[in-house]
Each structure stands twice: as C-alpha cells, then as structure tokens.
C-alpha cells in the first residue's frame, strides 16, 4: 500500500492538483514543495533551512504523505526510495507536452489575472511572460523542460526503479481510485 508518495513531472502536468486530490482521498498530509524552496520575492530558501523542513515534515508523519514537486538537484536522496523515511511509491505524471501546455498558459493566466498569491506572497508577473529565458518565464520553462523531465524519468525505469507512470486523465483517476480511502 501506498504511503509515502512522492508526484514528479513537468511544470504544468498536474502535480499539485493530483496531491491535492490524493491527500483528500487518502487522509494523508501534503507536502508542496514549492513552498519549501521558494521564499518571499521568488528568493530561493536556504538549502539547509529548505532540506531542514523536509526531513521534519517526513519525521512528523511517520503513518505517510503525499509530496509533489520535483526539486530533486536541492532535495537529493531526502525523499528517494530506499532512504529513511523516503518515498515508498514515485508517481510520475507524464502527459503530452501539448496538454502540458495547455494546462501550464492556462494556470499561468489565470494567475496573473487573478493575481493569486503562490507561497509566501509570491504571484507570477505578467511581464515574465515576455521573458525568453525559461527560468524567469514559466511557460518557456514547461516547453523546454518537458523532454529533459522525460528523458531522465525513462533513465531511471531502464536502471530498474519502480516508478508510477501516468499519461492521461483515465490513468490517474483509475490510479487515485485504488488508493485505500481515509478512514472515517
């Protein structure tokens, strides 16, 4: 049964929706890694503070969680398999970067329109849409990064890890469907 599940993907497959969805199905506590790693002002959190709250974040729940974000060159072993207290299942959203884009412009929209605050009062900017480098720009972000995150997934079943690899809406919610509820 699954317990400690870790979502990766590309920005823009779904990893946050898809804890959110799973936390509410199975009781288990999220953590977004998002808001570890990012600070006030888009600043990146100190390395030791960030990796300090994941391991009291896994610490704190011994019974299982849910993590999603993917993080894994600051993480490193912190939430892998095999590790104390690591992932016991790594759920991999690998949707067609066409629907990836969709889902990424349509966030990032809806978010600047919005002005949704993110994690501790960040919102995207409308004028980082019109930057071409992919670390200032999301959706550039999503589009080249989307075969880099594939490749090094596909790396990582052929080395023989056991990875949950999902492509589409069908997979996922049959995947969510057998989770064990929360219990009441």
Same mark, same amino acid.
């Given at each position: ?5 870790? !979502?990766?993907?590309? #920005? ?10 799973? #936390?509410?199905?199975? $009781?288990?506590?999220?953590? @977004? ?7 006030? $002002? ?30 894994? #060159? ?7 398999? $095999? ?18 884009? =969709? ?13 949704? @605050? ?6 995207? =900017? ?30 990582? !079943? ?11 809406? #069908? @997979? !996922? ?12």
């Amino acid at each position: 049964m699954a317990s400690r599940i870790r !979502i990766v993907g590309t #920005s823009g497959s779904g990893k946050s929706v898809l804890a959110d969805r799973v #936390s509410a199905h199975t $009781g288990l506590p999220r953590l @977004e890694l998002d808001a570890v790693f990012w600070d006030e $002002g888009w600043r990146m959190r100190d390395l030791d503070q960030a990796r300090d709250r994941v391991r009291a974040f896994v610490r704190d729940h011994p019974q299982g969680w849910v993590a999603d974000g993917n993080w894994t #060159s600051r993480l490193g072993d912190i939430l892998d398999p $095999g590790t104390p207290g690591g992932a016991d299942t790594v759920v991999w959203l690998d949707l067609p970067r066409r629907r990836v884009m =969709r889902q990424v412009v349509g966030r990032t929209l809806r978010r600047v329109v919005r002005r949704e @605050e993110l994690w501790h009062g960040n919102r995207e =900017r409308a004028a980082n849409l019109l930057r071409w480098h992919p670390e200032k720009n999301i959706v550039r972000w999503a589009w080249t990064n989307h075969h880099v995150v594939r490749e090094g997934m596909l790396e990582r !079943i052929a080395a023989g890890e056991r990875i949950v690899r999902l492509r589409d809406r #069908s @997979e !996922i919610d049959r995947w969510v469907a057998s989770l064990p509820p929360r219990r009441a």
